[in-house]
């Protein structure tokens, strides 16, 4: 019912409006109204209602429950305090070498973090501590200490799911 509520209104007011529309103007719906229309305008009113008036409305009102409740895979996923800060800091330093599906970052220069194999926050803090493998392709030491273990942490957590 409190659908239907909110609906109501709209409803009349499109059905007004493509009443006046269908019939050409004011002047010539008032007359349409007075004389009944003609059958085209008959037979129109009501399929544009249903379509336009109750389908829409419904279609939407069914798909709303999925935005509300936030079941995209992304953000379904609980961070704590600490993975959220690896988060950020993985998109602001991390991100722009290295892709990784959670952060939406497409960065090339490195590996894909999602494909690399499993993640453990040991070869991540290595890696941050070392430059990668230590082959001076990755700068070294980054982060160090709180802030390297945050990313440690967030990206074993998403890293190839
Ligand atoms: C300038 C580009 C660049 C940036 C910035 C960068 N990386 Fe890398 N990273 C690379 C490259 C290139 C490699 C592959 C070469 C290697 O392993 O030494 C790599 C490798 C890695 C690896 C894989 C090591 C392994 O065990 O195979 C991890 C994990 C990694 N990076 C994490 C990070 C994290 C976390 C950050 C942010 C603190 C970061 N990277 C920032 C370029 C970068």
Known sequence: MEVLAIILPFLLLGVGVLFVAFSGGPGKAREAYLTGGNRIFRLAVPVVYVIGGLLVPALIVANSGAAAGGTDTLSSKSLSMEEEEGKSLFSERCGSC???????????????????????????????????????RMPAAIFAGKDAEAVALYVTKVAGK
């Open 98 to 136: 290295h892709n990784l599906d959670a952060t939406n970052s497409r960065g090339v220069t490195g590996p894909d973090l999602d494909e690399v194999g499993k993640m453990s926050p040991k070869r991540v803090l290595a890696a941050i501590e070392l430059g990668g493998t230590g082959e001076k």
